[in-house]
């Protein structure tokens, strides 16, 4: 009897689980196209991989077979790292905490999100909800609920894919995205390894497309589009103000501006590049605290063809502390280590 009565509870629980996802908000979702011949399920592949390959001809390349899941996301997001750092060392962390945010469930069928809108699939397959991902409401609730069942079925490139396409989603949710059709195509330049045909200008266009309104430059978060949400997942956007970059006219990045006041008055501009006889290029910009306060670049001049830093120009005097005496710096040289030399 006792026997009976834990079946019977076990089976409740799965069936309160189900809809979980769906309980108090609605809730964004990861699909995967699974094909059934003879009443049989011959193939399951995530569906960002799936309409990568059909509808833009990226082939993916996430590694060696053979490679984990998580090495498999690394490899990606090393791409990623090199237009993003900020954004590549968010989604690395988020999706090592991956596994210790979901719940996954055998024997349940997840409530269908409609956030794909998508598109042609093969004769014989259909699209499954694999996962839902939801802000947690309480202590303890899961961030993802996902379907044992199809993940088992999936491939650790699949999987890659599946992990990657939820961080990004998890940002896309942040700006108000609804549809994971941006997402989609943004996980797809990812694993795809398609940033590397990019400059940096085409990598924030892109991010303008989407529209994914944030990106950082070397650490420093800027504003790139102010967007107002339209029906069916479109928007209507505009590039910021304050922040849209300008580049070089090889693509590189020349210079940004960005808000750097409490009270979003002042501004500061960041030269990122020059020219020079050699054609005009882009070194990365620095950010440097020293003796606890942070001073941020106003304009870099550099050392050819070492590319070493030579001086800084502020914007205004700061104030520095070399933990003995105060000292006022309105430019900053440094040494071939990276120190400042008063």
Excluded at 192 to 201: A, F, I, P, R, S
Excluded at 318 to 329: H, I, T, V, Y
Aim: hydrophobic share 40%; glycine share 8%; net charge negative.
């Amino acid at each position: 009897m006792i026997k009976k009565i834990t079946a019977i509870w076990i089976l409740l629980l799965i069936s309160m689980l189900a809809p979980y996802a769906n309980a108090g908000q609605s809730g964004n979702g990861g699909d995967v196209v699974v094909c059934i011949a003879d009443g049989r399920i011959q193939s399951v592949q995530f569906l960002d991989l799936y309409e990568a390959k059909t509808l833009r001809k990226i082939q993916y390349n996430l590694g060696d077979k053979n490679l984990s899941v998580q090495a498999k996301i690394e490899l990606a997001l090393t791409r990623l790292h090199l237009f993003s750092p900020v954004r590549g060392e968010t989604y690395l962390a988020q999706s090592e905490a991956f596994f210790g945010e979901a719940l996954f469930l055998k024997g349940v069928k997840l409530d269908d999100v409609p956030d794909a809108g998508y598109l042609a699939l093969p004769v014989g397959c259909n699209i499954e909800q694999i996962v839902i991902q939801q802000e947690p409401r309480f202590p303890g609730d899961p961030r993802y609920t996902v379907s044992q069942d199809l993940w088992d079925f999936l491939d650790n490139d699949s999987k890659a894919a599946l992990i990657l396409h939820e961080v990004i989603y998890r940002e896309a949710i942040s700006y108000g995205h609804t549809y994971s059709i941006a997402t989609r195509y943004f996980n797809s330049l990812i694993f795809g390894d398609q940033l590397k045909n990019l400059t940096m200008k085409g990598f924030v266009d892109r991010l303008y497309m989407l529209p994914f309104t944030q990106t950082d430059f070397n650490g420093i978060q800027i504003t790139i589009a102010v967007c107002e949400p339209l029906p069916k997942g479109t928007w209507n956007c505009n590039h910021a103000k304050i922040g849209w970059p300008t580049f070089y006219p090889s693509g590189n990045l020349k210079e940004f501006q960005r808000d750097h006041s409490p009270d979003a008055k002042a501004y500061h501009k960041f030269r990122v590049g020059r020219y020079d006889v050699n054609g005009d290029w882009s070194p990365s910009y620095q950010k440097y605290t020293d003796g606890g306060f942070t001073g941020y670049i106003v304009e870099v001049f550099y050392d050819l063809p070492k590319l070493t830093i030579q001086r800084i120009q502020l914007h205004y005097p700061l104030m520095f502390s070399d933990g003995k005496s105060e000292f006022q710096l309105d430019q900053a040289n440094f040494d071939e280590q990276g120190y400042i030399i008063k």
